[in-house]
């Protein structure tokens, strides 16, 4: 089983047309929405399709509680799915549906895989000049800080297999935003994982409106240096109780 985790807040005009056009990519697709009470019937609407097909799911929560938190609750429940590899992408169609295949694939290879906007050059249609500045430049920066080898660190379109998103305490993440993002690449890479990147065409949104804010931007450009600190501090602990050992053993 494939579940791709979709996380919405007023997104009623975009899901009816997402959902299934990411059923028809695969047939062991299930796609989970996590709502978060959406005020625009997003929650009711997915109710409905859910109710006329079994590979339709949703978690209602009560409030708008962030992103991060959604796709916690969302790889949770797609875990006790049964799901043997878990998507993430967003609602308002920037993430093509149609590249799901691409990254279903590579998870045969990789870990974890990244859709990336900049794997191959800039392939990003419609962003003001601004937003795009400041994505490129947030990759760059967090490649510099954290070591991650990657294109892209702040795409929310990849995949995990199952036993990596097992292998954490996803209640120990309390990232949102961007900073969710790169704190799960940089714990896969920390855990040894491999990670890959296959390249996608990023779209702005079709409808609605983004939900970026510069609370998240502000959150991200501290979490890499707590995500570079903290594998620091861990490292320097372990080598300290290394050396504690051979000492212990020499005095004996």
Known sequence: MIVVVIPTYNERENII?????VLSQDGRI??????????????ATVAEMAAANERVHLLRRD???GLGSAYRE?????LA????KILEMDADFSHDPASIPFLVAALEKYDLVVGSRYLNGVSVVNWPIRRLVLSYCATLYTRLITGLRLSDCTSGFKGFRREVLESFDLNTIKS???????EMNFRCMEKGYRLGEVPIIFIDRH????????????????????????????????QGGRHDGRNLGASL
């Open 17 to 21: 047309r997402l959902i299934p056009e």
């Open 30 to 43: 299930h796609v989970l929405i996590v709502d978060d009470n959406s005020p625009d019937g997003t929650g």
């Open 63 to 65: 409030a708008k509680k």
């Open 74 to 78: 969302g790889f949770s429940a797609a």
């Open 81 to 84: 799915m049964g799901a043997q």
């Open 176 to 182: 949102d935003g961007y900073s969710f993002q790169i």
């Open 207 to 238: 409808a609605g409106t983004s939900k970026m804010s510069k609370k998240i931007v502000r959150e991200a450009v501290v979490m890499v240096w707590k995500l570079k600190i903290g594998s620091l501090l861990r490292r320097w602990l372990l």
